[in-house]
């Protein structure tokens, strides 16, 4: 949703969605509400109204012959299954779609940029230092969840075929609200922060920094690394760093 608000803001394009849905209605409306959070409702309906969409997932192969495949020349691939629990299909999902995407679009002639979103926690359960993005994906890494392991060996499976098109790998950090409109667009991790707050402990050195992004600062990074027209590196973390993580 942050992504598709700085796209209607700032870009001029015509943006093709792939979009769950049993129904384009469904679709249509599942869009909306994303895209609400973040802007006016008459300028998100507008959004709605101009831009395409396919009805489809990434793990399905119904919509491969769409006729408009062939006109796009952008890709970012955002989807994903990022439950922390056990969740049926997120292998699936995570991997097997991710490759199948690629791999999809990886012969369009028409192809300027094909930008994939994992996260920086691939890196798995590591020491407080600075992660370097060439570091991971590594196939010993230790994972406290499953999401994380998907992530990661998804990277990994895209590799060969990464090598063969104008392929970014992006990686935020942890994403908690937003610059200006609050934490409620984007709080979906927020309940961690306010359990260590109600409770007033933790279970590590009160002196531990997280590297945590608000959501509209990735959205703007995503956007930037998608049509900028020459990139020095296939992957980027867009993180806080050293000097804006927080206590």
Same mark, same amino acid.
């Given at each position: 949703?942050?992504?598709?608000?700085?796209?209607?803001?700032?870009?001029?394009c015509v943006?093709?969605?792939?979009?769950?849905?049993?129904?384009?209605?469904?679709?249509?409306?599942?869009?909306?509400?994303?895209?609400?959070?973040?802007?006016?409702?008459?300028?998100?309906s507008h959004?709605?109204?101009?831009?395409?969409?396919?009805?489809?997932?990434?793990?399905?192969?119904?919509?491969h012959s769409?006729?408009?495949?062939?006109?796009?020349?952008?890709?970012?691939?955002?989807?994903?299954? =990022?439950?922390? #629990? %056990?969740? @049926?299909?997120?292998?699936?999902?995570? *991997?097997?779609?991710?490759?199948?995407?690629? +791999?999809?679009?990886?012969?369009?002639?028409?192809?300027?940029?094909?930008?994939?979103?994992?996260?920086?926690?691939?890196?798995?359960?590591?020491?407080?230092?600075?992660?370097?993005?060439?570091?991971?994906?590594?196939?010993?890494?230790?994972?406290?969840?499953?999401?994380?392991?998907?992530?990661?060996?998804?990277?990994?499976?895209?590799?060969?075929?990464?090598?063969?098109?104008?392929?970014?790998?992006?990686?935020?950090?942890?994403?908690?609200?937003? =610059?200006?409109? #609050? %934490?409620? @667009?984007?709080?979906?991790?927020?309940? *961690?922060?306010?359990?260590?707050?109600?409770? +007033?402990?933790?279970?590590?050195?009160?002196?531990?920094?997280?590297?945590?992004?608000?959501?509209?600062?990735?959205?703007?990074?995503?956007?930037?690394?998608?049509?900028?027209?020459?990139?020095?590196?296939?992957?980027?973390?867009?993180?806080?760093?050293?000097?804006?993580?927080?206590?």
């Amino acid at each position: 949703g942050a992504f598709l608000a700085h796209l209607e803001e700032n870009i001029h394009c015509v943006p093709v969605l792939l979009v769950r849905g049993a129904s384009l209605d469904e679709c249509k409306d599942r869009v909306y509400k994303s895209i609400v959070r973040f802007m006016p409702a008459a300028r998100a309906s507008h959004f709605v109204r101009r831009c395409f969409i396919i009805p489809g997932s990434v793990t399905d192969t119904a919509w491969h012959s769409h006729w408009l495949l062939n006109q796009i020349t952008h890709v970012v691939h955002m989807a994903a299954n =990022t439950s922390f #629990g %056990v969740s @049926p299909g997120m292998r699936e999902t995570n *991997v097997d779609g991710s490759v199948a995407l690629a +791999k999809l679009f990886a012969a369009r002639a028409s192809l300027v940029r094909y930008l994939h979103v994992g996260t920086a926690m691939i890196c798995g359960k590591q020491q407080s230092r600075v992660i370097e993005e060439d570091e991971f994906p590594d196939p010993t890494a230790t994972h406290l969840v499953h999401y994380t392991q998907t992530k990661a060996d998804a990277e990994m499976e895209l590799a060969d075929i990464a090598v063969k098109m104008p392929f970014v790998f992006v990686r935020p950090s942890i994403i908690v609200g937003h =610059t200006k409109l #609050g %934490v409620t @667009p984007s709080a979906s991790v927020y309940w *961690v922060f306010r359990a260590f707050q109600q409770l +007033k402990r933790v279970t590590w050195s009160p002196s531990t920094r997280f590297d945590v992004i608000p959501v509209d600062y990735a959205a703007q990074v995503h956007a930037h690394l998608l049509l900028k027209p020459k990139l020095i590196y296939n992957r980027y973390h867009i993180s806080a760093g050293e000097f804006a993580s927080v206590p």
